[in-house]
């Protein structure tokens, strides 16, 4: 396998002279300021931001690409944020045509269905159900713990969190310590959105704010749960309202360390509100959005030891260009996801093993499996072979 090495950048190839001048200050060990990534997102000359980023990543990770074997279990769409969350077309209420929620068989049915002994990790999120609160999910970890107790259990957003919290009027902390005894182990980053009270306002109004996304992580960490985080971008947010977005994950990482990857997650306009009110159909970001989002996430997100590429969002093309713009981790093989399709995703539900690794080697990267923690459980030869 392909290991880290020392930071080498090609500064003769940067063409902006801001891009290079950052680049120095990185090389010299110096941290960006939020005008440095104010800077990065303005700059044409993505091909030198790309340099900075691949350099910054392969100094960190070499060339190699880690992925994880994990399935999606969405158990409920049923949601008090129906009508407020203006970007969601998964969400249902109680009595509208498609609402749902899972018993527990059919959980564990779907746990089996997608399992076929490959699975290595369970990503579970869903709806804010007035009705799924805190026995239903510590009654699903156990029973998902019992069957498949190698499987590791992400789930549960800081959204969800709250509300399970305030629905049974018990503190974030008595709450999460309750679902980690059940077999909770990690936590994903969805919810946060934009941190910006402006453009929550208009997205997202009634919504976990920006100090409580960051109080449940907070606490969370402090328990020994550690937890990913995101920002959804590309619907009416700004370029200082992405800065400060990322000024306050790297604030809470500085001070608790308990973040795993930075993972962004682009917006689509298709089957909601937003889309509609904007105008807008399709694909919402460019190309070129998507990759300045994952390389300045890479050079500001400086004590963020992985950046995600979910190609879910932005499919698998420019998640292997993203390759080199400082991404060193693809989500994985994933089975039957359902949030972002209901908004206009157009990529595939699922990955195979084989498609994984060859968009990977496509890159020229190294692929890896790794475990919840970003541990590598094996490499691969040519073939395809567990090396």
């Not at 699975?119 to 609160?133: N, R, S, Y």
């Not at 190698?150 to 509300?163: D, P």
């Not at 399970?164 to 310590?177: C, D, H, P």
């Amino acid at each position: 396998m392909t290991t880290a090495a020392a930071l080498t950048i090609p500064f003769e190839r940067i063409a902006d002279p801001a891009v290079r001048d950052i680049a120095e200050r990185i090389a010299e060990g110096r941290r960006l300021e939020g005008r440095d990534a104010a800077a990065l997102y303005r700059t044409a000359d993505l091909t030198g931001l790309g340099l900075v980023a691949d350099a910054v990543n392969r100094a960190r990770h070499g060339d190699v690409v880690t992925f994880a074997s994990n399935q999606h279990i969405n158990p409920t769409n049923i949601c008090t944020l129906r009508t407020t969350c203006v970007f969601c077309g998964y969400a249902r209420l109680p009595k509208e045509a498609g609402a749902y929620r899972y018993t527990l068989d059919q959980v564990l049915e779907e746990a089996r269905t997608g399992n076929q002994g490959l699975t290595k990790e369970f990503h579970i999120v869903g709806g804010l159900d007035m009705k799924a609160g805190l026995e239903y999910y510590t009654t699903m970890f156990r029973a998902l713990k019992a069957e498949l107790p190698n499987v590791h259990i992400k789930a549960l957003t800081a959204v969800e969190i709250a509300h399970i919290a305030r629905i049974e009027k018990r503190s974030w902390a008595e709450v999460l310590t309750a679902l980690q005894a059940a077999g909770l182990d990690t936590m994903p980053g969805g919810g946060a959105e934009t941190f910006s009270a402006a453009v929550r306002e208009e997205i997202a109004n009634k919504k976990l704010g920006a100090a409580d996304y960051i109080g449940v992580h907070r606490t969370a960490h402090g328990l020994g749960i550690r937890s990913n985080c995101t920002m959804l971008y590309g619907h009416v947010e700004t370029i200082q309202d992405r800065v400060e977005h990322l000024q306050m994950l790297r604030d809470l990482q500085d001070e608790t360390g308990g973040f795993l990857a930075f993972i962004p997650l682009a917006y689509h306009p298709d089957d909601n509100e937003l889309g509609a009110r904007l105008g807008r159909r399709g694909t919402a970001t460019s190309g070129v959005a998507d990759l300045k989002m994952l390389a300045v996430g890479r050079l500001f997100l400086d004590n963020f030891a992985h950046v995600k590429s979910h190609w879910i969002m932005v499919g698998t093309a420019l998640s292997q260009i993203a390759l080199h713009y400082g991404v060193n981790d693809l989500e994985g093989t994933v089975v039957r996801e359902k949030i972002y399709h209901a908004v206009g995703a157009k990529t595939q539900q699922a990955m195979s093993l084989p498609e994984l690794l060859g968009l990977i080697r496509g890159a020229g990267k190294v692929p890896a499996e790794r475990d919840s923690f970003y541990n590598v459980i094996r490499t691969f030869d040519d073939d395809g072979e567990a090396a």
